[in-house]
């Protein structure tokens, strides 16, 4: 069964730009059915969608991120990858890859979640 | 961008007892593209619900979503132990999709 781990550094300076990595596992990123996401979650707060990327490279991005957002894909690696630049503390959440079927942004499957602190 | 409001924003039951959790959006949501989630301490979020009232696969039948335009609901006919949990809306109709602050049903 097809299985999202996030990795990255659990720390960053403020102005910094913030990678995390999503590694697909039991499946392949470019079965053509799903969209890769980003999702995040500030301590104590709720969800916030941040993009998402198909296979092709295709993206779309939260108007309210997206001058700081780039998500790429790596197929060879089976990988996507989100970075955020010129990150402050209100940027410290836990930072969830998941997946949804084309033609809907229901998310049935998860990554377990990775929390990035920014902080000096 | 749509806003949704959960209410309450906590809710005090016991197990066995009914619950009913409230999503309202600023605007209508297109074709009931509305989804709950159900989130534990340290875990990722649940798919329950899709499609308003549409049960993911392996959620159990006493969990039930219902509504349209702008108001939705999600039942919890007769609730267990393990339902005690943050609850979520999500609105994926229009872009961004968003998320509401979530209800936090507690155990009485």
């Known amino acids: 069964q097809v299985q999202l781990q996030e990795s990255g550094p659990g720390l960053v300076k403020p102005s910094q730009t913030l990678s995390l990595t999503c590694t697909v596992s039991g499946g392949s990123i470019s079965s053509g059915d799903y969209y890769w996401s980003w999702i995040r979650q500030p301590p104590g707060k709720g969800l916030e969608w941040i993009g998402y990327?198909?296979?092709?490279?295709?993206?779309y991005y939260n108007p309210s991120l997206k001058s700081r957002v780039t998500i790429s894909v790596d197929t060879s690696k089976n990988q996507f990858s989100l970075k955020l630049s010129s990150v402050t503390a209100a940027d410290t959440a836990v930072y969830y890859c998941?997946?949804?079927?084309?033609?809907?942004?229901?998310?049935?499957?998860w990554g377990q979640g990775t929390l990035v602190t920014v902080s000096s | 961008e749509i806003v949704l409001t959960q209410s309450p924003g906590t809710l005090s039951l016991s197990p066995g007892e009914r619950a009913t959790l409230s999503c309202r959006a600023s605007?209508?949501?297109?074709?009931?593209?509305l989804a709950w989630y159900q989130q534990k301490p340290g875990q990722a979020p649940r798919l329950l619900i899709y499609g308003a009232s549409s049960r993911a696969t392996g959620i159990p039948d006493r969990f039930s979503g219902s509504g349209s335009g702008t108001d939705f609901t999600l039942t919890i006919s007769r609730l267990e132990p393990e339902d005690f949990a943050v609850y979520y809306c999500?609105?994926?109709?229009?872009?961004?999709?968003?998320f509401g602050q979530g209800t936090r049903l507690e155990i009485k």
């Open positions: 999500q609105q994926y109709g229009s872009s961004p999709q968003t």
């Open positions: 605007q209508s949501v297109s074709s009931s593209y």
């Open positions: 998941a997946r949804n079927p084309i033609g809907t942004s229901c998310y049935k499957l």
């Open positions: 990327i198909y296979y092709s490279g295709s993206t």
